[in-house]
């Protein structure tokens, strides 16, 4: 009966974060934790559809969990060291009302997400553990998000749990001085997650709208677990933003469109409203802001604008000068020209560009060329901008992006045609 | 995949206990920070309603109170959900929490996709 199977998959993903974290916490092994929610899913495949879904089904879950953890104590007692302690908190969690302790569990989900996000662990581990255990995705799931193999994606899970174990991992929210580069660390493995979704650099699909989905859904999550932090609220407004634009970056045939010449009828208005209001509340938290909330700012200016005639440039420009001054980076500096350069007239973007132009960390993308075609375009300098579009075009590595490099360059110069 | 949840209730089932409020208040809460509900609101009296509708050629405009009046909507929600399943289940805990603290109330939830979303 693969329909009840669905349903009773879905309840057990919307808890298994809240499930994992409550287990973590008990066990303070996050890899039997994940082993203990996948039993009570078991149980609940077997039970729920004869029995029908509890009506808090949460607390089922937890239950059965734990008296799964209770037994595996028993069964190791004699075999480790330590493990009464563990036995007698278990114990103790057994007494606790779990449906009045929701602030202990969302403290859970928290700790969990920075154990995830460890810096023991490469960045795309820490992806994939994230989508693995907070996200509620399967392997092949995640497999499937980043184009490798279930069985890699599966070792690379794997892998670094044994990490987390060999580095005794604190199933802490860090403090102090450590909690702000930690913090930096979850929001980028967010960001990571929904660029691979959103840009994907390699292959033919301009994105993946899954991934999108799962980091936006991660976005909202921490943002609501910490609301004191406008960098988090930042990140979601951001990836709100970007989101707002998922039907308008393909055209007809799949190609890709840029920001400019978007149909905005297409955008969705419900996740640019949410983006705004994400941002406003990163504003109301009164404290300094960071590179999230510059371009989530950036990005509102955008989302703002019903047509593309009516971007407030000037504003972006100023933006951009913060990032630049607070950031500095060559890809940033791109950025700041093509801003000048709708702001203030193409040769200011041209300067911009020009001081940058020879960083090395630009030699091997297509950005510098196409942003130069577009702001010779923008002088009148049709076959120039072509040529600066063919040589973007031979620069990149996305099917979809060399596509409308192409085109562009054919929009200016057809006699190459 | 969105969907759009309608919650259908009799209109003069008066005013919901304390308690049914404060959990639909945390439910929602919990949804809106999984990520999954991404707007919800509750609609005004159907009785102040307006109707506007083409029958036979003709438009006519009419204003509530209907007297067939017999289950309106009285609020709604967007899922952005993984899963039909998944939106079923966000729908089904709203009628647990009504069963569980307002058992008298009588309604139904309906879950349907929106077509021409942002991941159709």
């Known amino acids: 009966m693969p329909g009840a199977e669905a349903a009773v998959t879905a309840v057990w993903r919307q808890e298994s974060a809240r499930l994992i974290a409550g287990l973590t916490r008990i066990t303070r092994d996050v890899g039997l934790a994940e082993d203990l929610a996948q039993d009570a899913l078991v149980a609940a495949l077997d039970q729920w559809p004869r029995e029908g879904v509890p009506a808090n089904a949460g607390a089922w879950l937890m239950a059965v969990s734990k008296r799964r953890a209770v037994d595996h104590f028993r069964r190791e007692r004699t075999a480790r060291r330590g493990t009464q302690a563990l036995a007698e908190r278990l114990e103790e969690a057994d007494h606790v009302d779990l449906a009045g302790a929701v602030d202990?569990?969302?403290?859970?989900?928290?700790?969990?997400?920075?154990?995830?996000?460890?810096?023991?662990?490469?960045?795309?581990?820490?992806?994939?553990?994230?989508?693995?255990?907070?996200?509620?995705?399967?392997?092949?799931?995640?497999?499937?998000?980043?184009?490798?193999?279930?069985?890699?994606?599966?070792?690379?899970?794997?892998?670094?749990?044994?990490?987390?174990?060999?580095?005794?991992?604190?199933?802490?929210?860090?403090?102090?001085?450590e909690r702000e580069a930690r913090l930096a660390d979850v929001m980028a493995v967010i960001y990571l997650i929904f660029t691979e979704g959103y840009a994907a650099t390699v292959g033919d699909h301009w994105m993946r709208p899954e991934l999108c989905l799962e980091a936006l859904r991660l976005a909202r999550l921490l943002a609501a677990l910490m609301p004191d932090e406008p960098e988090v609220h930042g990140l979601q407004s951001l990836l709100e933003i970007q989101a707002s634009r998922t039907r308008a970056r393909r055209g007809a045939d799949g190609e890709a469109v840029l920001l400019e010449a978007q149909d905005r009828r297409l955008w969705d208005q419900l996740l640019i409203r949410r983006g705004l209001a994400a941002l406003d509340r990163a504003e109301a938290t009164g404290k300094a802001v960071g590179p999230y909330v510059l371009q989530a700012a950036i990005a509102a200016c955008h989302a703002r604008a019903r047509r593309a005639e009516d971007t407030d440039w000037v504003r972006i420009a100023e933006l951009?000068?913060?990032?630049?001054?607070?950031?500095?980076?060559?890809?940033?500096?791109?950025?700041?020209?093509?801003?000048?350069?709708?702001?203030?007239?193409?040769?200011?973007?041209?300067?911009?560009?020009?001081?940058?132009?020879?960083?090395?960390?630009?030699?091997?993308?297509?950005?510098?060329?196409?942003?130069?075609?577009?702001?010779?375009?923008?002088?009148?300098?049709?076959?120039?901008?072509?040529?600066?579009?063919?040589?973007?075009?031979?620069?990149?590595?996305?099917?979809?992006?060399?596509?409308?490099?192409?085109?562009?360059?054919?929009?200016?110069?057809?006699?190459?045609? | 995949m969105r969907y759009m949840v309608f919650v259908k209730m009799r209109e003069d089932v008066g005013e919901a206990p304390t308690a049914l409020r404060e959990t639909m208040d945390?439910?929602?809460?919990?949804?809106?920070?999984?990520?999954?509900?991404?707007?919800?609101?509750?609609?005004?009296?159907?009785?102040?309603?307006?109707?506007?509708?083409?029958?036979?050629?003709?438009?006519?405009?009419?204003?509530?109170?209907?007297?067939?009046?017999?289950?309106?909507?009285?609020?709604?929600?967007?899922?952005?959900?993984?899963?039909?399943?998944?939106?079923?289940?966000?729908?089904?805990?709203?009628?647990?929490?009504?069963k569980e603290h307002w058992p008298g109330w009588e309604g139904s939830v309906e879950v349907r996709p929106i077509s021409g979303g942002a991941e159709s």
Not at chain 1, 116 to 126: G, M, V, W
Not at chain 1, 168 to 177: S, T
Not at chain 2, 74 to 93: D, F, K, T
């Open chain 1, 104 to 177: 202990h569990i969302e403290d859970d989900v928290l700790r969990l997400i920075f154990l995830t996000c460890h810096p023991a662990l490469p960045p795309e581990s820490r992806a994939a553990l994230t989508l693995r255990l907070v996200g509620g995705l399967t392997t092949a799931e995640i497999a499937n998000g980043f184009l490798v193999r279930e069985k890699t994606m599966g070792q690379r899970i794997s892998r670094a749990k044994a990490t987390l174990a060999d580095v005794h991992a604190d199933f802490e929210v860090p403090r102090g001085d």
């Open chain 1, 320 to 417: 951009y000068d913060v990032v630049a001054e607070a950031y500095p980076s060559a890809v940033v500096e791109v950025n700041r020209a093509v801003a000048h350069g709708r702001a203030y007239g193409p040769d200011a973007g041209l300067s911009i560009l020009d001081a940058v132009a020879e960083d090395a960390s630009l030699a091997t993308t297509p950005l510098v060329a196409s942003v130069r075609g577009d702001l010779l375009d923008c002088r009148g300098d049709h076959e120039a901008a072509a040529a600066e579009f063919r040589k973007a075009a031979a620069q990149s590595r996305n099917e979809a992006e060399r596509r409308l490099l192409h085109r562009r360059a054919l929009e200016k110069d057809p006699s190459r045609l």
């Open chain 2, 26 to 98: 945390a439910a929602m809460g919990e949804l809106f920070a999984a990520g999954s509900m991404i707007d919800a609101g509750g609609l005004g009296d159907a009785s102040k309603a307006t109707e506007i509708r083409l029958s036979g050629g003709a438009v006519t405009v009419t204003n509530g109170p209907w007297t067939e009046a017999t289950e309106v909507a009285g609020g709604y929600a967007i899922l952005e959900a993984r899963s039909r399943e998944e939106a079923v289940e966000g729908a089904r805990r709203v009628i647990e929490i009504h």
